[in-house]
């Protein structure tokens, strides 16, 4: 065999190995001897005679230094640093700014779930949101324990459902304090949940589900509704498995107990309003100021307030001893004259004076002046 290939456009293997010991598969050692051979062979040299002018592969190396002619005259056509690696089986459809507004509506979504189970509950509990991450639905499908309370929410006007899972590590607790019970730390039962536990939970789902319609507002008016409850993961297939969704968690602390809840968007569902899901969208509408309506609204709200009310008559100081020593009928000298005026305090606060009397056989105090002094307790000198 020449040390040099003949002088063509094309080399054929045909002609390296010759026609009549051309098989149809290559063996290993030949595909050895040709890969050494072909190694041999300088960019400028194939396919070029000697003393010709440079191949048109050599020409593009010069003119364009920067594709990179490599051993074997292949091009490196994309450089490393500008490689990027994709995972198809979980896509990000979200941008990290929706990501951002998502993240901002579903933290005031905690917050206020927080408070309403608090006062509801009469227990300290904690919601914080923890994650928000971009996952195929069977992927969330099989992460969820069994048994479960799984719900499948209906978000008119928008097409598909959500769903809203809620761990069993957070639900019985919850269920024992609503019976009466504690806070203290016990095992989680792994069982299905009854009829009478699940009416339970239905009252805590309710509250969420107007907490998420509030956070929700700003971006679309969405009227949450609950449409199926199973305790299966498996039975709830609201998208195909390889569906992309969004899957924000929330942990639930209640005393040593704690959970999680789980709320599951196919991006199919939000895809038409995706673009509202903008960081600048998010605060220039949280940010605007209220209307009148709001504002008028919230005055409404605020008659129906329940205020404490509260009259200082006289205030004294005595000793324990003499405190020891009264009997009915003994008389306390406040050196304050009848004619004074009282003060009468709003939630701790002296806004108003008043002259003692009766109305209807019922004590009561008259208005005098609303020049009230604003303090926690009326001034020195109405004070004895």
Not at 34 to 53: H, M
Not at 259 to 275: A, D
């Amino acid at each position: 065999m020449p040390g040099r290939l003949p002088a063509k456009g094309k080399v054929s293997l045909a002609e390296i190995f010759g026609t009549a010991l051309m098989p149809k598969v290559l063996s290993q050692n030949e595909v050895d001897a040709l890969a050494a051979l072909l190694n041999k062979v300088q960019p400028g040299e194939r396919g070029a005679a000697p003393g010709s002018a440079p191949a048109a592969s050599e020409r593009a190396k010069e003119a364009a230094p920067s594709s990179g002619l490599q051993g074997g005259g292949f091009y490196n056509l994309v450089a490393p640093e500008e490689v990027s690696i994709i995972d198809f089986k979980r896509p990000d459809r979200v941008l990290p700014e929706q990501v951002n507004a998502l993240e901002a509506i579903h933290e005031s979504f905690a917050r206020n779930v927080s408070s309403s189970l608090a006062g509801y509950l009469r227990s300290d509990i904690e919601v914080r949101l923890i994650s928000v991450e971009q996952f195929t639905y069977s992927e969330f499908n099989m992460s969820i324990p069994t048994p479960t309370i799984i719900n499948r929410l209906t978000c008119e006007p928008l097409e598909g459902n959500m769903v809203l899972e809620i761990n069993p590590s957070i639900v019985f607790p919850i269920i024992d304090r609503l019976l009466g019970g504690g806070v203290s730390k016990t095992p989680p039962l792994d069982r299905p949940f009854t009829l009478i536990e699940k009416g339970l939970v239905n009252s805590i789902l309710w509250r969420l589900l107007d907490h998420l319609k509030a956070s929700w507002e700003p971006i679309k008016a969405i009227n949450f509704k609950i449409v199926e409850t199973e305790s299966n993961p498996s039975l709830m297939q609201i998208v195909p498995p390889n569906e992309p969704v969004i899957l924000l968690s929330f942990e639930v602390v209640m005393g040593e107990q704690s959970g999680l809840i789980n709320l599951c968007i196919p991006f199919k569902m939000i895809e038409p309003i995706i673009k509202e899901f903008s960081q600048s969208n998010w605060f220039s509408t949280t940010s605007r100021k209220g209307s009148p309506e709001d504002r008028g609204r919230i005055v409404e709200n605020l008659k129906s307030a329940p205020l404490n009310i509260s009259v200082t008559l006289a205030e004294i100081h005595i000793s324990l001893s003499d405190l020891l020593t009264l009997q009915p009928g003994d008389i306390l000298d406040c050196g304050v004259p009848k004619e004074t005026e009282l003060y009468l305090s709003i939630e701790k606060e002296c806004l108003y004076k008043g002259k003692p009397g009766f109305y209807k056989r019922k004590r009561a105090l008259m208005i005098t002046d609303v020049s009230g002094s604003g303090s926690s307790a009326p001034p020195a000198r109405f004070r004895s």
